[in-house]
Nanobody, 126 residues
Framework: QLQLVESGGGLVQPGGSLRLSCAAS????????IGWFRQAPGKEREGVSC????????NYLDSVKGRFTVSRDNAKNTAYLQIDSLKPEDTAVYYC???????????????????WGQGTQVTVSS
């Protein structure tokens, strides 16, 4: 069964950090670009970061540049999203997704992605 499982979310104070993980099972993650998305209450889901198959190419939503860092460890079949300097507006459910068609690039468009995880909640509050 092809599956992506996110973990690492939680409640954190403003200015804090979290590292989200996206573990794949049932398929080899290194043949897929990875996207990270989030959906805040009452808002549409948006792409925040992505990483190409090899990890050489990354992309970020403008509002998270300098605070979010995407990475991957293909040997562990896992991708990561390091989130620093968290703000209340970062509160959302965070999802990872995998795409097998992008070879050297990645994309922030959710329609590009084939497989999705169930999401992990990130809440930023004092």
């Amino acid at each position: 069964q092809l599956q992506l499982v996110e973990s690492g979310g939680g409640l954190v104070q403003p200015g804090g950090s979290l590292r989200l993980s996206c573990a794949a099972s049932g398929f080899a993650l290194d043949y897929h670009a990875i996207g990270w998305f989030r959906q805040a209450p009452g808002k549409e889901r948006e792409g925040v970061s992505c990483i190409s198959r090899s990890g050489e190419r990354t992309n970020y939503l403008d509002s998270v540049k300098g605070r979010f860092t995407v990475s991957r460890d293909n040997a562990k079949n896992t991708a990561y999203l390091q989130i620093d300097s968290l703000k209340p507006e970062d509160t959302a459910v965070y999802y990872c997704a995998a795409d097998r068609t992008l070879i050297r690039l990645c994309a922030l468009a959710q329609g590009q992605y084939d497989y999705w995880g169930q999401g992990t909640q990130v809440t930023v509050s004092s």
